[in-house]
């Protein structure tokens, strides 16, 4: 812990001012009340308060890590994660940010946070990585993640040797998207095919039958007990039970899928690499492939509205529209 309290002491490094900001890699988006907040590499955040159609850099942003993960309490208090197992926080829509968490000895990039009611965060990561704030993220508490195995079935191990040598305390499997559904319920999607459900706000898990054994890299609450996951070179599966079964779903695409979002009542958008996007209005029962002209990858998507959708990846921000096409949709980055 010695170490650790050296490593937060390290005066920052700071993100440099970029000419085009916009169009650096994106790895994440959230909304914080009106405005977009997108982070990527370099330590670049840029928001947008116009619905996506211009962005703006934040000043002074204390790390020049690749940020992974963004997300927002309310409209003015955020957590954004990152490599070098940093985490910034702040209070005003992502104008200004601080670092409250830097690790980098650990060698255990953060890769995604939730951001929950009463100052509630949890930040996942790479080898099992799983750290938790009850203040807002102002101050964090490694935690060992430990899930219960699936019903009825053993306990799957806890990591392959490679990883579990590489694991700064003890290894574990890399945990890729952590996502709410309600008040309590939270999922994980993580490396291997291990899928993960806390019906106690994160307090305890459970590893899930999973229909797959290729990496997951994000999970789309649905109403009602309905859930998503998607991953590796175009897996899609859906669950009516909070992930208990599962049925596999055509995508149409080998590409890795990376991001999720609902974008009204029931429609469904699912991005990944090679400019692909899934659109669905069947609230994810059945989706049209729509690939992106310019094929540069995309990393998440949040609803503008319900026509578009602001979406980050390799090509840095953009808008896709989703009303030219009949159960599809059509637009320019």
Known sequence: MVGWARAAETPPRYAEPARLAAQ???????????????????????????????????????????????????????????????????????????RTHYAPEAQRPLLDVWCGSGGRAIAVGAYGAYLTSADGGAS????????????????????????????????????????????????????????????????????????????????????GEALLAFGLRGHLYRSEDAGSSWRKIETGTVAMLDGATRFDDAGVAIVGLSGVLLVSHDRGASFTLVQQSDRAGLAAAVPVGTTELAVVGEGGAGLISLKDAPGGAHGAR
Do not use: K, M
């Not at 590499?41 to 947008?48: A, D, K, Q, R, T």
């Not at 060992?144 to 191990?157: K, V």
């Not at 993580?190 to 890299?217: I, K, Q, T, V």
């Open 140 to 223: 964090w508490t490694a935690r060992r993640f430990a899930p219960a195995p699936p019903a009825g079935a053993h306990a799957r191990p806890a990591a392959s040797a490679l990883t579990a040598a590489q694991g700064a305390a003890g290894g574990g499997y890399h945990l890729n998207r952590i996502v709410s559904a309600g008040a309590s319920r939270l999922y994980i999607a993580g490396e291997a095919g291990h899928l993960y459900r806390s019906d106690d706000g994160g307090a305890n898990w459970r590893e899930l039958s999973s229909p797959y054994e290729g990496s997951f890299f994000g999970v789309l609450p649905l109403p």
């Open 24 to 98: 650096s890699l994106l790895i994440a988006v959230a909304t914080a009340g009106p405005r977009l907040v997108a982070v990527g590499e370099h330590g670049i955040i840029v928001l947008s308060d116009d619905r996506g159609r211009s962005w703006t850099q934040a000043p002074d942003v204390p790390t020049q890590a690749l940020l992974t993960g963004v997300c927002f309490q309310d409209a003015g208090r955020g957590v954004a994660v990152g490599h070098d197992e940093v985490i910034l926080a702040t209070a005003d829509a992502g104008r200004t940010w601080r």
